[in-house]
């Protein structure tokens, strides 16, 4: 870890080469521990909230999105505005540590000046310091994605994220991805948890019964707090259904007006949804269901410096992978909030110093895995990230190596939002790999499929990302494409978005009638065959030494 | 090697794809219109049921299309002076429209059903209710049966 000196040192050294005029910015900057954690308390009652940790115990880097198009209602608002718009709107100087944590504007070069985010010591050095300030008026809530998708919590089948999440002593979570870890495992974990999951609109499938605790309420600062839990209402359609035949999910409005009815006729002063809907989701939903107070909301991983209000509902939105902790102070008498304040704490790993005994528990699970996840297998010349609606440079490698590996003429890779970012001239290790990849149904299929078929799967996912309802959105980007390209209209309906499709290889373009050779990963049915795809991406990389992946995209975008 | 799946064993992310593809309709809801119209007038006979009173309970994306838990409900106070006598529920999407009648008496003390339907591919259900009056009222909800889950 940098000391505060050689931090300093290095954002002095970095500012010779990033663009004119933000080297006095860079000069200027005296980023300390208090600093970061400053805020002016007020009220009864604080909520902490993090969120889509997935799997990620080590400070990391990850770049926000270039591109996050909003539709319907939402297009042009938070949180779909990004780089230089979004700094312009929350008045964020370019180059400051906020723009290098909330934006991707200049990522590589402030990467090197302000290093990785994140990293679960330093945020239980938050939780305690907050706790030590606010003693009983304090609330810790997780929002879910926090059991999977590295390689630690793959092979513990979440128990790494278990026992270091007990370490924090959150109040209670909701999921999404914990459910690809299936049913049986999910019960095991919660009967140990220590504290509740909790998840409203999980119903058996048989009786339709509650299958999950919906709420829970909790006496801080003098104010009875309801916390409701929303798991991701589509998590058996985005996700193996297979893994948890017995569960049905859904976003379950009535369920939810009767749960609020129902914590305030408890005698609760204040409500809060703790959901993974999805931030445009649990914008309608503040429109539709009175008597929530506070939305956290999570699942599409925006990292939001201000709070939103809709009605008299507050949406805090806490980003991803331990790169933020939201504080949100709350002042509650006659059972309303009076007032409030919030701050977005950017975790950042060289200013902010690690809790002892977090770190030690994050090394002791990761020491056995240690060599084998730092091993490069090869660099990248290229900035290498995950966000964005269409594409992105880590899974554009992720194709190439479908592509090569699998012999196949046109690749499918999911639009998962999670994985870390690499650097221009890094080296590639196992872990890097691994953190894109990491999930319990990872074989790489591979089959024909005719071009009509094609399309109509494209055509089927962009519907998921760009109807104009948000109930009818699943969150993720858009289906990565590789040996292919097309332009897409998001402002059109389902089946006629899509235009344009071409076959990189031939030149041509993509003919309905004729079969093709795909190849993908993350199918959710039941039995798909085919090596995990982490050895295919590594298998490639090993191979090819150095990669590379052009900021282009293939894909031509349209919206009015 | 080369390997061609029958396509209900691969890559369908979702449910409700194989019926989509033996309908051999590609883009989702964009589908042909089955008897939905007739079905509605036959029960009517011919009235244009007026929008509310009905409520329709599905839920936005189906988890698997071959079962779709579905519940109807009427506003009503169900006596012998004012009650729903049938509730016609219909899809435009399915091969065929019709779906189920359910019939109620002021003996029912509400009217509300639930059962689980099936839907071939995105497509609208209609519900139509027939009160004791001759008055018909009506509630459509759009049921989208996915075939592209990636989120996350």
């Known amino acids: 870890m940098l000391s505060r000196r050689d931090f300093l040192q290095v954002a002095a050294a970095t500012a010779a080469f990033v663009p004119g005029g933000w080297s006095q910015a860079f000069a200027q900057q005296r980023l300390t521990q208090a600093e970061l954690l400053r805020f002016e308390a007020t009220g009864n009652v604080t909520l902490l909230h993090i969120a889509d940790l997935h799997g990620q115990l080590r400070p990391l880097l990850f770049r926000e999105p270039a591109i996050n198009i909003g539709v319907g209602d939402a297009k042009g608002l938070v949180p779909h505005i990004s780089g230089r718009v979004l700094l312009d709107h929350y008045r964020i100087a370019p180059g400051s540590p906020s723009a290098y944590a909330l934006s991707s504007e200049d990522f590589a070069a402030l990467a090197k000046s302000y290093g990785r985010l994140g990293g679960l010591d330093r945020i239980a050095t938050i939780v305690k310091a907050v706790r030590a300030e606010r003693g009983d008026r304090v609330l810790l809530l997780d929002g879910g994605d926090t059991w999977q998708n590295s390689y630690t919590s793959l092979i513990t089948k979440g128990q790494d994220m278990v026992d270091c999440l007990a370490l924090l002593k959150p109040d209670a979570m909701t999921g999404h991805w914990e459910f690809t870890l299936g049913a049986e495992r999910v019960k095991e974990l919660i009967e140990k948890l220590g504290f509740k999951f909790l998840a409203q609109n999980i119903r058996d499938t048989e009786w339709n019964e509650p299958a999950f605790e919906a709420m829970s309420t909790f006496d801080r600062g003098g104010v009875r707090i309801a916390v409701i839990g929303q798991a991701f209402p589509y998590t058996p359609i985005a996700n193996p259904r297979w893994m948890i035949p017995n569960w049905s999910f859904g976003i379950r409005e009535d369920e939810l007006r009767a749960n609020v009815t129902k914590a305030r006729n408890g005698g609760a002063d204040l409500v809060v949804l703790l959901s993974h809907n999805g931030f445009d989701v649990d914008r309608k939903l503040a429109s539709r269901v009175s008597g929530i107070d506070v939305i956290l909301t999570a699942h599409t991983h925006d990292a939001l410096p201000e709070a939103v209000k809709v009605g008299k509902t507050l949406l805090i939105a806490s980003g991803c992978h331990g790169k933020f902790v939201s504080r949100l102070d709350l002042d509650i008498r006659d059972r309303q909030v009076k007032g409030y304040r919030f701050k977005l704490i950017p975790v950042f790993s060289d200013i902010i110093p690690a809790d002892a005994e977090m770190a030690a528990t994050v090394s002791r699970i990761r020491a056995p895995h240690e060599a084998m996840l730092g091993e490069t297998i090869g660099k990248t010349e290229s900035l290498l990230y995950r966000r964005g609606n269409f594409n992105g440079t880590l899974d554009d490698i992720i194709c190439d190596a479908l592509l090569s590996e699998r012999d196949a003429e046109i690749a499918l890779s999911p639009g998962f939002r999670w994985g870390t970012s690499l650097l221009p001239g890094q080296g590639i290790t196992r872990e890097d790999i691994y953190n894109a990849t990491a999930i319990t149904y990872p074989a790489t299929y591979r089959m024909t499929m005719s071009g009509a078929r094609l399309k109509e799967i494209l055509e089927d996912v962009a519907d998921n990302l760009f109807n104009p309802d948000p109930y009818y959105q699943q969150g993720g980007d858009m289906v990565r494409v590789g040996g292919m390209s097309y332009t897409i209209d998001v402002d059109k309906p389902i089946g006629s978005r899509l235009s344009d499709l071409m076959v990189t290889r031939t030149g041509k373009p993509l003919e309905p009638a004729r079969d093709y050779l795909v190849t993908g990963w993350a199918s959710v049915n039941e039995g798909t065959e085919g090596p995990p795809v982490w050895d295919v991406v590594m298998r490639h990389i090993e191979k090819k030494r150095v990669v590379t992946a052009s900021p282009t995209s293939r894909i031509r975008v349209l919206q009015k | ?152």
């Not at chain 2, 309908?23 to 009517?44: M, Q, R, S, Y």
């Not at chain 2, 011919?46 to 309970?57: A, Y």
């Not at chain 2, 009648?101 to 099936?118: D, K, L, Q």
Request: glycine share 12%.
């Open chain 2, 1 to 152: 090697m080369k390997r061609s799946f029958d396509r209900r064993q691969v890559l369908t992310w979702g449910a409700g794809v194989a019926a989509i593809a033996a309908l051999g309709i590609p883009g989702g809801p964009a589908h042909a219109k089955n008897d939905v119209e007739e079905v509605i007038a036959k029960f009517t006979g011919g009235k244009t049921p007026t929008t509310g009173k009905v409520k329709l309970d599905l839920p936005e994306i189906a988890e698997n299309g071959n079962t779709v838990p579905m519940t109807v409900a009427v506003e009503s106070p169900m006596t012998t002076e004012s009650y729903v006598s049938d509730v016609l529920v219909v899809t435009d999407g399915n091969p065929r429209a019709g779906v189920a009648v359910f019939h109620f008496s002021p003996a029912s003390g509400v009217a509300e059903a639930n059962t689980r339907i099936r839907l071939a591919t995105s497509q609208n259900i209609i519900a139509v209710a027939k009160m004791n009056d001759g008055s018909f009222f009506t509630a459509t909800k759009a049921v989208k049966v996915t075939i592209g889950g990636c989120g996350g």
